[in-house]
């Protein structure tokens, strides 16, 4: 069975600090693994997936099959990141996508 | 591109009712998903169609849960009767089999809320 565990609901952190949500999973298969972000009012949407492996707003994110984990990090936090962050999990049935809780990520000023 | 487009937006009902929810996908996109997010909880797939073919439903309640894609384009997802767990957003999202299928567009949601 899949399996996403975001294990942090919330996280604040102070603008221009590192910051990091963890995401940990659980699958038999070759995974393929993808953050989407909410921001406020608006819809959820792709932020970066793991064949890609670019960086976009600054965010990058390392698969690690050996911890299955898929964590997501920006070295200097701004407040527009502030936003529901969701990790996904690409499944056996073509296109299906098995999501995490998410975590709310608050940047302070 | 026009993004895809729900309705209604919110719906109260009582138990025991029905309630039904149209999604437009965004056009040619061949793929549509339903999915339930319980508050506090991430977004669950309930069914994903191509064109009007059902791929997956192994998840959709199907003793009052219902879902429809006539002619490959708009969908409509039926709950009958609602029970209060039912209770949550509903988001659609569309997909294009000509680039990743993972990248799924959202609509904006129904939030429906049994009393």
């Known amino acids: 069975a899949q399996r996403v565990t975001q294990p942090e609901k919330l996280l604040s952190v102070f603008k221009g600090a590192p910051v990091e949500l963890k995401c940990n999973y659980s699958y038999s298969g070759s995974p393929e693994l993808f953050w989407y972000v909410q921001y406020s009012r608006q819809r959820l949407q792709l932020l970066l997936r793991?064949?890609s492996r670019e960086s976009i707003k600054g965010f990058t994110a390392d698969l690690n099959k050996g911890e299955t984990s898929f964590h997501l990090k920006k070295p200097f936090a701004q407040e527009e990141d502030s936003a529901m962050y969701y990790c996904a999990l690409g499944g056996t049935s073509y296109g299906k996508l098995t999501f995490g809780q998410g975590t709310i990520l608050t940047v302070h000023p | 591109e026009a993004g895809v487009a729900q309705s209604p937006r919110y719906k109260i009902i009582e138990k025991r009712q029905s309630v039904a929810f149209w999604c437009n996908p965004i056009s040619g996109h061949a793929t549509l998903y339903w999915y339930q997010q319980i508050l506090g909880q991430g977004p669950k797939l309930l069914i994903q169609?191509?064109?009007?073919?059902?791929?997956?439903d192994s998840q959709l309640p199907k003793d009052r849960f219902s879902a429809e894609r006539l002619k490959g384009v708009d969908s409509t997802l039926k709950i009958q009767p609602a029970k209060l767990e039912d209770s949550a957003v509903y988001l659609c999202?569309?997909?294009?089999?000509?680039?990743?299928?993972?990248?799924?567009?959202f609509g904006p949601g129904t939030r429906l809320t049994v009393t």
């Open positions: 999202a569309s997909s294009s089999i000509r680039a990743s299928s993972y990248e799924q567009y």
């Open positions: 169609f191509q064109n009007n073919g059902v791929v997956d």
């Open positions: 793991h064949i």
